[in-house]
Each structure stands twice: as C-alpha cells, then as structure tokens.
C-alpha cells in the first residue's frame, strides 16, 4: 500500500502562485510516474502533470504548460507542483496519484490517490 498526503493548497488572487506537495510512504520503492490531477465543482476530474519516478519525463496538460512546473525529490518521496499566473479557471482540488507500471506518457490508470487539496483562484 502506498499513502499520499497533499498540502499546500488555499486561496490565491488571479496572477498569483501556490506550490502544492505530495509526501508518499508506505511501498514507494517501486514507483513509475507521479502525477497531479483536478476535478472542478460539477466537472469531472482531469489530468494536469505527469512525472517519471527516476530519470526524464514530463508531461503537461495544453491547459497549464508553461504556467505550472511538476518536479520530485526522490529523497523525500515527495511531489511539488509549482502553479504560476494562476487563473480563476485553475480553482480546483488538486489530487497528487501515484503508479508502479504503466507506459509513458502516463495520463491514466493511476493505483493510489491522495485525499486531495483545495485551490480557489479569486479574480
């Protein structure tokens, strides 16, 4: 079993940042990619940014590529995702997942979920 904590969320004004983190423990050491989700009030829950666990790879949804940086520190077992120029649409809750297998780019199929962190974006 795996165990994903996110924190970092809260209120923002538009053009603002937060920097959201994701602590893992428990069966980490098999570990593929990482991502970063979020599902709006009455929207369904879509894929934001991907991390391979070790070496290159990352992956951004068109949404959010060039605003919001996806990054691990292995040593931690931790994930960050550093949201820049939020914008009122970004105002979701962000779920950190986690995955042993898959085929890169992982955007699906992700085993283990986080209970999630809220970010609102005023305008």
């Known amino acids: 079993q795996v165990q994903l904590v996110e924190s970092g969320g809260g209120l923002v004004q538009a053009g603002g940042s937060l920097r959201l983190s994701c602590a893992a423990s428990?069966?980490?050491?098999?570990?593929?990619?990482m991502g970063w989700f979020r599902q709006a009030p009455g929207k369904e829950r879509e894929f934001v940014a991907a991390?391979?666990?070790?070496?290159?790879?990352?992956d951004y949804a068109d949404s959010v590529k060039a605003r919001f940086t996806i990054s691990r520190d292995n040593a931690k077992n931790t994930l960050y995702l550093q949201m820049n120029s939020l914008k009122p649409e970004d105002t979701a809750v962000y779920y950190c997942?986690?995955?042993?297998?898959?085929?890169?780019?992982?955007?699906?199929?992700?085993?283990?979920w986080g209970q999630g962190t809220q970010v609102t974006v005023s305008s």
């Open positions: 997942a986690i995955d042993s297998y898959g085929v890169w780019p992982k955007r699906t199929g992700y085993a283990y």
């Open positions: 428990g069966r980490t050491f098999s570990v593929y990619a």
């Open positions: 991390i391979k666990w070790s070496g290159r790879g990352t």
